[in-house]
T-cell receptor
Framework: GENVEQHPSTLSVQEGDSAVIKCTYS??????FPWYKQELGKRPQLIID???NVGEKKDQRIAVTLNKTAKHFSLHITETQPEDSAVYFC????????????WGAGTKLIIKP | EPEVTQTPSHQVTQMGQEVILRCVPI?????FYWYRQILGQKVEFLVS????????KSEIFDDQFSVERPDGSNFTLKIRSTKLEDSAMYFC????????????FGPGTRLTVL
């Protein structure tokens, strides 16, 4: 089955700097890769996603890149702000698995003022 | 904006007792999911449900677990005989169906087994 690895587990960056979180996956059939943000005690919320027919997607300060050959995808947050502090999860799914999301272990992003 | 809702927000139970966690998915959604998150750990898939039957389930979802959509709106997760290690946050999610649509998560039910 699918396995998703996520690094780093904790990331501390200065406000205004960029943050990059990386994930790798094992199942070459996976073709949908969402990123969720989870604030303390809250539900996960989708912030961006990418499908396998696309190499990069951007939404304001957030971007995701996908390398299908290497089976890895990354989240990039530019001009970080204090409200970006949260735990970020990557996930992967495929039609063959009825779209169940297999999650990475999460990255705790800390934005230092 | 419609949201997935879950009740109760917190459930405390004794080991060996049965619990039912309730979810109301977004009304036009067709696929439903349960996930769990042990404190400080990653979210883990439990089960997916479509067309009134289980589509997929994980190794965690053993015979102690069952799901039901009893009345066309509620989607329930039952744990027959709870264990200490079932203590976790349980999230329900739903999506419209088709290819790669966003799964919308409920606020979660925190289950504490004593």
């Amino acid at each position: 089955g699918e396995n998703v690895e996520q690094h780093p587990s904790t990331l501390s960056v200065q406000e205004g700097d960029s943050a990059v979180i990386k994930c790798t996956y094992s199942d070459s059939a996976s073709n949908y890769f969402p990123w969720y943000k989870q604030e303390l005690g809250k539900r996960p919320q989708l912030i961006i996603d990418i499908r396998s027919n696309v190499g990069e997607k951007k939404d304001q300060r957030i971007a995701v890149t996908l390398n299908k050959t290497a089976k890895h995808f990354s989240l990039h947050i530019t001009e970080t702000q204090p409200e970006d502090s949260a735990v970020y999860f990557c996930a992967a799914s495929s039609s063959g698995s009825n779209y169940q999301l297999i999650w990475g272990a999460g990255t705790k992003l800390i934005i230092k003022p | 904006e419609p949201e997935v809702t879950q009740t109760p927000s917190h459930q405390v139970t004794q080991m060996g007792q049965e619990v039912i966690l309730r979810c109301v998915p977004i009304s036009n959604h067709l696929y439903f999911y349960w996930y769990r998150q042990i404190l400080g750990q990653k979210v883990e898939f439990l089960v997916s449900f479509y067309n009134n039957e289980i589509s997929e389930k994980s190794e965690i979802f053993d015979d102690q677990f069952s799901v039901e959509r009893p009345d066309g709106s509620n989607f329930t997760l039952k744990i027959r005989s709870t264990k200490l290690e079932d203590s976790a946050m349980y999230f329900c999610a739903s999506e419209t169906g088709g290819a790669y649509n966003e799964q919308f998560f409920g606020p979660g039910t925190r289950l504490t087994v004593l």
